[in-house]
């Protein structure tokens, strides 16, 4: 059988991954849920009353030719008005929005400087750009400062960061920032897990550090995630959008984004909206139900572990009381961790429970905060 032999050495190595199907009867701690909206029936039928006024209810091309649609555009401005930036664009998902990013925009002469624990999706075309590719320490400004120095950009110099990142749950410095505006650099951020998420108005990254909105700044976020949909965004300055719109191969060779996530992104972003203050105090106290322990202060607690046995005797653990936790290993990140994803369809008394047998298992093998 071809591949048999891949398939056994991954079985040996617990790295093999099985699609499940779990039971309904699990505490999702897990999922990239954030505000628990994909589970919200109310904005399903809102989601589907919009989409019923359009005489289609599929993309029927890509968007380049004549897929892009009225809805397609609604959201647009949505996201534009909603966020503060000057134009948008439109991608199928996170990964086609970081690739098109990469591979789009870092021309001839150019330097893109990355942390190196950003995304899969960034780290696929950064490495196709070899030499114009260079990765900084995570989360440190003064080894990006040392790289910016070492290596002199021809032309544009581009910064590449998460607003928080998915496998560690830290939030990116401000300082990028900073750095950014002092070498007249781009500022990629991926806002995949943070959008929604933190800030006082929950729109990420430059709200949680209380930033202004520059020329230089692209934000790239997912419908997914806390926007409980599927697909994803660029916004920055038009030049900067229409130039991905007119030459990103994610997006004019492939079909445009489906209608029903559009228009349920849509009706969720402006539920998000009119809910902002409530759900800021939910998503508050769901974090300060895990404080003991001492976990970064994101939607993401995670607990790194030396050995992948004692994370998956502790995942075991955590699905014998019915919570269902990420347990991640290999490749997608290089030590084995738990990923606990605080969502608004768990209570803060099950949060608290969580937190409880959680301190009760790792003291058991000795794990320190």
Same mark, same amino acid.
């Given at each position: +059988?071809?591949?048999?032999?891949?398939?056994?050495?991954?079985?040996?190595?617990?790295?093999?991954?099985?699609?499940?199907?779990?039971?309904? !009867?699990?505490? $999702?701690?897990?999922?990239n849920d954030y505000l628990g909206l994909a589970c919200?029936?109310?904005?399903?039928?809102?989601?589907?009353?919009?989409?019923?006024? =359009?005489? *289609?209810?599929?993309?029927?091309?890509? +968007?380049?030719?004549?897929?892009?649609?009225?809805?397609?555009?609604?959201?647009?401005?949505?996201?534009?008005?909603? /966020?503060? /930036?000057?134009?948008?664009?439109?991608?199928?998902?996170?990964?086609?929005?970081?690739?098109?990013?990469?591979?789009?925009?870092?021309?001839?002469?150019?330097?893109?400087?990355?942390?190196?624990?950003?995304?899969?999706?960034?780290? !696929?075309?950064?490495?196709?750009?070899?030499?114009?590719?260079?990765? /900084?320490?995570?989360? $440190?400004?003064?080894?990006?400062?040392?790289?910016?120095?070492?290596?002199?950009?021809?032309?544009? *110099?581009? *910064?590449?960061?998460?607003?928080?990142?998915?496998?560690?749950?830290?939030?990116?410095?401000?300082?990028?920032?900073?750095?950014?505006?002092?070498?007249?650099?781009?500022?990629? *951020?991926?806002?995949?897990?943070?959008?929604?998420?933190?800030?006082?108005?929950?729109?990420? !990254?430059?709200?949680?550090?209380?930033?202004?909105?520059?020329?230089?700044?692209?934000?790239?976020?997912?419908?997914?995630?806390? !926007?409980?949909?599927?697909?994803?965004?660029?916004?920055?300055?038009?030049?900067?959008?229409?130039?991905?719109? =007119?030459?990103? @191969?994610?997006?004019?060779?492939?079909?445009?984004?489906?209608?029903?996530? &559009?228009?349920?992104?849509?009706?969720?972003?402006?539920?998000?909206?009119?809910?902002?203050?409530? &759900?800021?105090?939910?998503?508050?106290?769901?974090?300060?139900?895990?404080?003991?322990?001492?976990?970064?202060?994101?939607?993401?607690? &995670?607990?790194?572990?030396?050995?992948?046995?004692? +994370?998956?005797?502790?995942?075991?653990?955590?699905?014998?009381?019915?919570?269902?936790?990420?347990?991640? %290993?290999?490749?997608?990140?290089?030590?084995? %961790?738990?990923?606990?994803?605080?969502?608004?369809?768990?209570? @803060?008394?099950?949060?608290?429970?969580?937190?409880?047998?959680?301190?009760?298992?790792?003291?058991? &093998?000795?794990? @320190?905060?």
């Amino acid at each position: +059988m071809p591949y048999s032999k891949e398939l056994s050495i991954l079985q040996k190595s617990k790295l093999l991954r099985e699609k499940k199907i779990h039971p309904s !009867y699990l505490m $999702d701690y897990a999922s990239n849920d954030y505000l628990g909206l994909a589970c919200d029936s109310q904005l399903l039928e809102k989601a589907i009353l919009r989409l019923k006024t =359009s005489p *289609i209810h599929a993309p029927i091309s890509s +968007m380049a030719i004549n897929g892009y649609h009225p809805l397609h555009l609604d959201l647009e401005s949505l996201l534009v008005s909603y /966020f503060g /930036f000057e134009s948008c664009t439109l991608f199928g998902s996170g990964f086609l929005a970081n690739l098109a990013l990469f591979d789009t925009l870092v021309r001839k002469h150019d330097l893109i400087f990355i942390d190196e624990l950003y995304h899969a999706s960034g780290q !696929y075309p950064a490495k196709l750009l070899k030499d114009q590719a260079i990765f /900084f320490s995570h989360n $440190d400004p003064n080894d990006l400062r040392q790289k910016l120095k070492s290596h002199l950009a021809k032309g544009r *110099i581009l *910064i590449a960061i998460e607003g928080v990142y998915s496998m560690d749950g830290d939030i990116a410095s401000k300082e990028f920032a900073l750095i950014a505006q002092e070498y007249n650099a781009l500022l990629i *951020i991926d806002e995949a897990h943070s959008s929604g998420v933190i800030g006082d108005n929950l729109k990420g !990254y430059l709200d949680y550090h209380h930033l202004p909105i520059s020329q230089n700044i692209i934000k790239m976020g997912t419908l997914s995630k806390a !926007y409980g949909s599927y697909g994803a965004f660029v916004l920055g300055a038009k030049s900067v959008t229409d130039f991905l719109f =007119s030459k990103a @191969k994610s997006s004019i060779y492939t079909t445009a984004p489906s209608l029903f996530d &559009i228009a349920l992104a849509h009706e969720n972003l402006l539920y998000i909206q009119q809910h902002t203050q409530e &759900i800021s105090t939910k998503l508050q106290e769901q974090r300060e139900s895990l404080q003991p322990l001492c976990l970064p202060q994101s939607q993401l607690a &995670i607990l790194p572990f030396v050995k992948q046995e004692q +994370m998956m005797e502790i995942s075991q653990l955590l699905l014998d009381h019915h919570f269902l936790v990420g347990s991640i %290993r290999k490749p997608t990140s290089n030590t084995p %961790r738990l990923r606990i994803s605080l969502n608004l369809k768990n209570s @803060k008394m099950q949060t608290q429970k969580l937190c409880k047998i959680l301190q009760n298992a790792l003291k058991s &093998i000795g794990y @320190k905060c």
